[in-house]
């Protein structure tokens, strides 16, 4: 059984298997670790070094690396979507290019401009969904999860009986990367009944959403989401070569999907641990409120929010990188290849811990000869965190002052990789960063959260990512 038969105990646990991925390392006190995932899988190797992980996902991709099953997982759900492409198939840029609008700052801007405690994980999944829908597909006039909730909530208090049945449209994708064959896996769960309705449902909304769309568009109306970027840029290379738009090409549908699929539980995941460690260190929401007055005097009343209060982005890349929603990823290697010194075979699956050793743990000390030669030639100023207390919740590690003496949030300042690196890192980074800041604001400007120590849980749970099971609060409205 190699090492499953020790994650399974974790799991019996309710400890998540997560934290295992992050032990290893300093287990066998060496950077790479080999692992046993099943009676009949091949050993794979688990690496917890930023300067080597962010060198396989920045140097190698596509060289003596791949994406391995990670395509076949997505491949089953999306297959006409980027994520479910290796960098070198020609397809890949096609479908990428597609939605290349979507992440630049004219999109992003628009999109955005526009008692007792009580657990609010469930609040933050729904109004997380919403906002990934809406600025994906914008939310049509029935609204979304938060609408049918305020409605269920009025009903309730005009007739005391209402029932609140929540619906909204999630993708399964955590369960492909457990198979060991997802393509077959998807094949055949993809003919559950259950699930064919959820794609029918899917394709017949973002359907639904198009035909609304085109009459705007044509008419000269702007885009209000992403899919009116996609679908206005058809419109337009249609018109121009004197040919129908093809708006059921399907790159855009799973394309539109997997903005949902990959924005909707990282960003969810990342904003229940801010609430968290925003809850366990109740000083840092003083100075959060103090930044952003000092830094919005005036944009609050004018709801412009474009300009970055460092402290606040400090404080959101400190709690990404302590409490890292994605824990580790997975990576194939493409050719008989050397990982730290070791020989690596061909076709083996390489785990990359994006937290842990290095990252927000004291690192594990790693021969510099061993490093590989794209490694040692892009050496970053910081390695690791080493000097500077890294399992300590510190934002001000992010900050530095500028030539005026003014407080300067610096990415540069040390390792992080919640977003994963290079080519094939987070392609909605910039929406993520941009969605928290704002959905964090907002509701720090307006209340003051606070929650007793027995009320604070770290139990995590794993899905996609891994964020924590319960987020008890209580707020007080600010004045
Ligand atoms: C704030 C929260 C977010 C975090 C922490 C996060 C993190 C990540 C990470 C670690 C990866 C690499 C996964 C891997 O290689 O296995 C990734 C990939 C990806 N993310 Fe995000 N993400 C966030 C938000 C978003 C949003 C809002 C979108 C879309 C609108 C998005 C779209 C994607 C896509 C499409 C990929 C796959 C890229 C590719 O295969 O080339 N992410 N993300």
Redo the contacts with the bound molecule.
């Keep these: 059984m190699g090492n499953l038969a020790e994650l399974g105990e974790r799991q019996k646990d309710m400890q998540g298997m997560r934290p295992w991925f992050l032990e290893q390392a300093r287990r066998h006190n060496s950077a790479i670790t080999q692992i046993f995932l099943g009676p009949f899988a091949k050993p794979a190797i688990l690496l917890s070094d930023f300067r080597e992980v962010n060198d396989i996902l920045s140097h190698r991709d596509a060289v003596d690396f791949k994406?391995g099953k990670?395509v076949d997982v997505f491949s089953g759900i999306l297959p006409h979507?980027?994520?479910a492409m290796e960098t070198l198939d020609p397809r890949f840029r096609e479908s990428?290019d597609l939605v290349r609008d979507?992440m630049a700052p004219s999109f992003l801007h628009t999109m955005t401009a526009n008692g007792r405690p009580f657990d609010v994980v469930n609040d933050i999944v729904e109004f997380s969904f919403d906002s990934?829908l809406s600025?994906?597909t914008g939310l049509g006039s029935e609204g979304g999860d938060i609408k049918r909730q305020l409605s269920y909530l009025h009903c309730l208090e005009d007739t005391g009986t209402c029932t609140f049945q929540p619906d909204s449209i999630k993708g399964e994708v955590t369960k492909g990367f457990y198979m060991p064959w997802p393509r077959v896996y998807h094949a055949i769960n993809n003919l559950r009944p259950s699930v064919r309705h959820a794609g029918q449902t899917l394709r017949g909304y973002i359907e639904s959403q198009i035909t609304r769309a085109i009459p705007r568009l044509n008419r000269g109306g702007g885009p209000e989401c992403a899919l009116d970027y996609v679908i206005g840029r058809e419109l337009k290379a249609a018109q121009k070569a004197g040919r129908e738009p093809m708006l059921d090409d399907p790159r855009v549908r799973d394309e539109i999907y997997?903005?949902l699929i990959?924005?909707h539980d990282?960003?969810t995941?990342?904003f229940i641990w801010l609430m968290r460690r925003l809850l366990s260190h109740p000083e840092e929401q003083t100075k959060i409120c103090e930044n952003l007055q000092e830094t919005y005097p005036t944009a609050w009343a004018e709801r412009q929010l474009i300009k970055q209060a460092p402290y606040l982005v400090a404080f959101l890349e400190e709690v990404?990188r302590l409490n890292?929603?994605?824990v580790t990823?997975?990576v194939q290697t493409r050719m008989d290849t050397v990982v730290l010194g070791h020989a690596v075979p061909r076709d083996t699956q390489v785990f990359l811990n994006?937290t842990g050793p290095s990252l927000n743990m004291p690192s594990v000390s790693v021969e510099e000869t061993s490093r590989s030669k794209t490694s040692q030639t892009y050496e970053p100023t910081r390695h690791s965190w080493d000097d500077l207390d890294p399992e300590v919740f510190r934002p001000e590690r992010w900050l530095r002052k500028d030539a005026e003496g003014k407080w300067v949030f610096d990415a540069a300042s040390g390792p992080t990789?919640?977003?994963?690196a290079g080519?094939?890192?987070?392609?909605?980074?910039r929406?993520?960063?941009l969605?928290?800041r704002i959905v964090f604001t907002i509701p720090i400007w307006s209340a003051k959260f606070n929650v007793h120590e027995k009320h604070v849980s770290w139990e995590t749970y794993d899905t996609l990512?891994t964020a924590p099971k319960q987020c008890l609060m209580s707020l007080t409205e600010v004045q």
């Design positions: 994406r990670k979507a980027h994520p990428r979507l990934i600025a994906a997997g903005y990959a924005g990282t960003s995941g990342s990404l890292c929603p994605v990823i997975m994006l990789l919640a977003f994963s080519n094939r890192g987070c392609w909605g980074k929406l993520g960063q969605e928290l990512v």
